[in-house]
Structures are given as structure tokens and as C-alpha cells.
């Protein structure tokens, strides 16, 4: 089916600027883009007023299957991501079993053809069963289509094989994501360590717990020349090591995810678990810290880092509750509406953190409109604004703490090859 999007802002993920454009599309690519095309499209989006922006790219996220489909699976997951305006997005391996073997990466990428939306790029785990204890056949996970590694969920507290699990990546050319968090200071915290957690008489989780991490991550990768990928980076320490460590020329990348710059820990007040989630949410002074992060390009990418659970993993008391945001379908509306709309970035560099960023940190062939590229393409209302309901989303996973927050910017169409998924904020497939 030939379409044409027409009258729309572009920002291609190339230039530097936006530009007024339409862009026509057959059999699954961009075979045009220019002012007035000329054609015999089947279907015309016309997006007068609106911007169309490539596909987001989601480098972290987890989809629960196998093993948790209680909780979302590829099918609900896929369909939430095109709802938020993902067409790309890569899972997690901590399913049950663990995505440890090249078997259960060719399991995901089956399940994800027969049902998915969206695109679907597997995340294999570094060690075997997220244990910490021996790594993974790092070679046949890539050969399966694994497009990286982490143990995410699970630190890998073992300096020594975390060192030997950097030699290897390295020689297969395969990017490890570390998930920062030293255990033995987090003890039984369960929220940032501070002001808040003193009043609500919470058990608090230093920011030295991810800082410590991160600064012995960035020495292996800097002792080794290897490249390294940090997780949902939550602190202003965190953010100052980082930095340091890229003016050094360490081979260092990282993310953040829109909790992190959107909300405190005194969202926690009133014991709402749905403000729960690990790293924990921080103060004022460390969103600040993101937000510049993200201005000056020391924060490479915004990933959701959605977390769905079941009802019954929130609801019940604040220290036993589950860890995690549902975030697909509010990540670009909080990302413009607390960064575009506020100075921080402008729409070229918002697309640089949610699409082309992630796809080349990833290195998958996504996150730009082009001629010949494939046509995952998104049409966004900036001027829309609306009010978050959990009960409308796609996601099983209702937990949210930016329930009845109302956020400017909405995907109105998403389009996966060619093929239009969301049309008029409704997934249609």
C-alpha cells in the first residue's frame, strides 16, 4: 500500500533543522520526500499542524515474556509501545527463564513476528540466569540476534567478572548495559536516602549505591578501552562522573529515563508504590542534574525503562510493593513537556535522544527519515494537551504515578514499515 504524509514539520534525524515536507511511502520505505508530491497514494495523512518525527527507539524496556505474562507480554507491550509512539524497542532478559541462551532469543523473536507491533530487539543477559556467577555464550547470543547485553534487574557485583565480561563484549563488538547498583549499600531500602524517606520513616537507599557502580564501570571500561552503556542514570554524581569520564575520551554512553527528570521522591508521599522504582526517584537537585545532562550531551538518550506489573505487585505496602513504571505511552509527552517546552532541548535534539541516539547506541537500522529508510515514522499534536489515565492504556500494567497529570504533546499516528498501527490515538492491529 502506497502512502503519502502530507504537510507536515519534518525532523529527519539528519539535519539540523525542521522543515516542511511530505513524505511518500511504498512497500515499506521512503521513496520520496519534497514539497507537493505528486501521487496516487491509497491513503493520505494530512499533517498540517502537526510534526512527523521517525520512530522512537526504546534501547530499554521489558516485555515479561516468558514467564510474566501476568503482567504485560509482547503482544500488550508491542501495542502499548505504538501507542507511546515506539516502533523500535529492545527487551530486557529478565523473563523466566532468562533470555541467557541463542534458544530463547530466536523464542523472543518468534514470539515478536507471530505477535508483535512494533519491532522487537532482544536483550540477552550477561551471565547465566542474571546469577553473577558465569557469563553467558556471548558469541552465539549475538549470532541469535541479541543486540546486547545486560543483566539488568541484577548488578553484576563481581568486579572481576564484570572486567572479563568487558574483554569479551569487546572482541564481538557487542555493548554491555550496566545496571549500577551495589547491593551491599542499598541493604533494605527502599527509597532515596534523605529528607523525604526521614519524614515518611522509610528505610532509605543512598545515591553511593549507583554511584559507586558507575565510577567502577567507567575505570574497567577506561582500564580496558571497551565501550560501556550505563542504565537509568538518576544522580547528580552520577551525571558528573559520566561527564568526566567522556572529556577523558572513555568510551562511555548512558540514559535516563523520563521518571528521572519528571518527578521527586516527594512523589512518594502517601506511600504511593506506584512512585517506587529502582534507581529510586531523587530530589529536585538531582532532576536539575539530569535535565543538564541531557542539555549538554552528557546524558546520550532518554529510554523508558518500562516496567509494568500486575495490580497486585502495587498494591499492597510501600516496602514489598514491585519496582517499576508503566512508561511507554507517557515518554514522549513528559519528554516535551518537561525539556521542549521548558528550554531544555528543542525538537531536533529530542529526537536525537528518543530515535536516531538509541538506534545507533544499538546499532540497528532505525531513528531517521530518508529515502530508502524503512518507514517507521511517528505524527505528533504538540499543541495537545491531555490528562494521563492508566485505565486507557495498552499496557496491562496500570501503574503510574503521573495518573490525572495532565502533559502537552501527543502521538496522534504511528507507522511501522509503511504500515500504520496507531491511527488517530487508537492501535488498530
Not at 499533517?47 to 509482547?74: M, Q, S, T
Not at 542539555?295 to 546520550?300: A, F, L, Q, S
Not at 495490580?311 to 516496602?319: F, L, P
Request: proline letters at 3%.
Amino acid at each position: 500500500m502506497m502512502l503519502c504524509i502530507k504537510n507536515g514539520m519534518v525532523v529527519d534525524g539528519i539535519l539540523a533543522v525542521p522543515y516542511k515536507a511530505d513524505i511518500l511511502i511504498d512497500k515499506g520505505k521512503v521513496i520520496n520526500i519534497g514539497k507537493d508530491i505528486e501521487n496516487t497514494a491509497d491513503e493520505v495523512i494530512d499533517a498540517a499542524g502537526k510534526w512527523v518525527l521517525p520512530g522512537l527507539v526504546d534501547a530499554h524496556c521489558h516485555l515479561r515474556e516468558p514467564g510474566f505474562e501476568y503482567k504485560e507480554d509482547i503482544g500488550s507491550g508491542t501495542r502499548s509501545a505504538a501507542a507511546g509512539g515506539f516502533t523500535s524497542v529492545a527487551c530486557m532478559a529478565n523473563t523466566n527463564p532468562v533470555v541467557d541462551s541463542a534458544a530463547m532469543v530466536n523464542y523472543i523473536k518468534s514470539i515478536a513476528m507471530a505477535k508483535g507491533v512494533v519491532k522487537v530487539y532482544p536483550i540477552a543477559a550477561v551471565t547465566k540466569g542474571q546469577k553473577g556467577e558465569e557469563l553467558t555464550e556471548m558469541g552465539e547470543l549475538k549470532e541469535a540476534g541479541a543486540v546486547a547485553l545486560s543483566d539488568d534487574g541484577r548488578p553484576i557485583m563481581n568486579s572481576h567478572l564484570m572486567r572479563l565480561a568487558l574483554q569479551y563484549a569487546k572482541g564481538l563488538d557487542m555493548l554491555i548495559i550496566s545496571h549500577c547498583e551495589d547491593l551491599s549499600l542499598v541493604g533494605d531500602g527502599v527509597m532515596n536516602e534523605g529528607y523525604m524517606s526521614t519524614v515518611l520513616g522509610l528505610k532509605g537507599i543512598t545515591r553511593a549505591a549507583e554511584e559507586v557502580m558507575v565510577a567502577r564501570d567507567i575505570i574497567l571500561a577506561e582500564t580496558l578501552d571497551a565501550p560501556i552503556h550505563i542504565a537509568h542514570v538518576s544522580t547528580r554524581g552520577s551525571v558528573e562522573l559520566i561527564r568526566q569520564a567522556k572529556r577523558r575520551g572513555v568510551r562511555v554512553t548512558c540514559e535516563t529515563a523520563p521518571h528521572y527528570f519528571s518527578a521527586t521522591d516527594a512523589w512518594v508521599d502517601g506511600y504511593d508504590a506506584n512512585a517506587k522504582v529502582n534507581p529510586p526517584l531523587r530530589t529536585d537537585d538531582d532532576v536539575e542534574a539530569i535535565k543538564q545532562g541531557l542539555k549538554d550531551g552528557t546524558i546520550d538518550i532518554i529510554a523508558t525503562d518500562h516496567a509494568p506489573h500486575h495490580r497486585d505487585d502495587k498494591e499492597v505496602e510501600y516496602g514489598l510493593a514491585a519496582n517499576g513504571i508503566s512508561g511507554f505511552e507517557t515518554a514522549f509527552s513528559l519528554a516535551y513537556t518537561n525539556l521542549v517546552e521548558t528550554g531544555i532541548l528543542s525538537m531536533v535534539e529530542l529526537v536525537q535522544k528518543m530515535s536516531k541516539g538509541p538506534a545507533d547506541i544499538l546499532n540497528i537500522d532505525a531513528g531517521t527519515i530518508g529515502v530508502g529508510k524503512p518507514a517507521d515514522i511517528i505524527v505528533v499534536d504538540l499543541d495537545r494537551e491531555y490528562t494521563v489515565d492508566v485505565s486507557k492504556f495498552y499496557s496491562k500494567g496500570k501503574n503510574s504515578p503521573f495518573h490525572g497529570h495532565t502533559l502537552k504533546g501527543k502521538v496522534i499516528h504511528t507507522i511501522v514499515d509503511g504500515r500504520i498501527v496507531m491511527k488517530d490515538e487508537r492501535v488498530i492491529v
